[in-house]
């Protein structure tokens, strides 16, 4: 769920607000009693991450793995206790404590290789993974060039990332290398938004402030334990060797949720050879 301060994007923000309205007002025709948020983005960042760790204890301490991917050409580091990190190129993956900002820095940006940016990334909650997997499911951000243009622009972003419904999220994503967001309306609370389709995981937040002299952007950051680098081969691939996926078998497909058949084409069913 990402949300700007500009009106570049009107048209799509309208459709979006019809589609989240409707969810919106299903969602309250069952509930029994309407809910109180008492969180919003807009809040001082890391106001969310401390309220999550008094109410859920088990998420002290705990480091959850991050994965960052930037424009192919950019490169990016996180903040580690007042200097930055080494710069990765595209894609870092970095373990990070629930309940604290982190501070990254987006560095040679296509077409705007003398610039730098400076985003936050606030950890609201965490995935529970298999014993010894963490690595293999880190929770993913991706920054867009649209995203980075906008905060050299002067423009305020917030994303917000959100594991999915189970009972209602795609079997897979359509393009492996994207990740699928929504765009919030001016009125719109992103965070709420993203409440409403699943489970939030964390805040990005990004504009056009540059470091102080302490080398932090926000104060919270300078607050945050070290983020632990991870190399990028220890995120290993999640499909099990010699499995094919379902998408890559011809002539049918397996989802492996249910989801609504609305304006599917025709499938053929596939028949397996016969011996001879």
């Known amino acids: ?135 293999r499911f880190p929770v993913p951000i991706q920054f867009t060039q649209e995203e980075l243009e906008l905060a050299l622009s002067g423009r305020f972003v917030t994303r917000v990332v959100y594991l999915e419904d189970q009972a209602s999220a795609l079997p897979q994503r359509e393009d492996p290398e994207t990740q699928r967001y929504f765009e919030a309306g001016p009125r719109q609370d992103p965070l709420r938004v993203a409440d409403n389709l699943g489970r939030p995981m964390l805040i990005m937040r990004m504009g056009s402030r540059v470091p102080g002299p302490d080398g932090f952007v926000d104060g919270s950051a300078r607050m945050a334990p070290s983020a632990v680098i991870f190399p990028e081969q220890a995120a290993t691939p999640v499909v099990p060797g010699g499995v094919t996926n379902a998408i890559e078998r011809p002539g049918y497909n397996v989802p492996r949720v249910r989801v609504p058949r609305i304006g599917y084409p025709p499938q053929t069913p596939f028949i397996a050879p016969t011996a001879q």
């Open 1 to 135: 769920m990402r949300q700007g301060t500009d009106n570049s994007f009107g048209n799509l923000r309208i459709v979006l607000n019809a589609v989240v309205a409707f969810m919106l007002l299903v969602t309250s025709s069952f509930a029994q009693a309407p809910l109180h948020y008492f969180h919003r983005a807009n809040l001082p960042p890391g106001t969310v991450g401390q309220g999550q760790l008094q109410r859920f204890l088990p998420l002290r301490g705990y480091n959850q793995p991050v994965e960052v991917d930037v424009p192919k050409g950019a490169r990016v580091a996180v903040n580690t206790g007042g200097t930055f990190s080494e710069p990765q190129a595209s894609r870092l993956l970095a373990g990070m404590q629930v309940g604290h900002v982190y501070q990254l820095q987006v560095s040679n940006i296509p077409y705007y290789e003398g610039f730098e940016i400076y985003p936050t990334i606030e950890i609201i909650n965490r995935l529970y993974p298999p014993q010894g997997k963490a690595l």
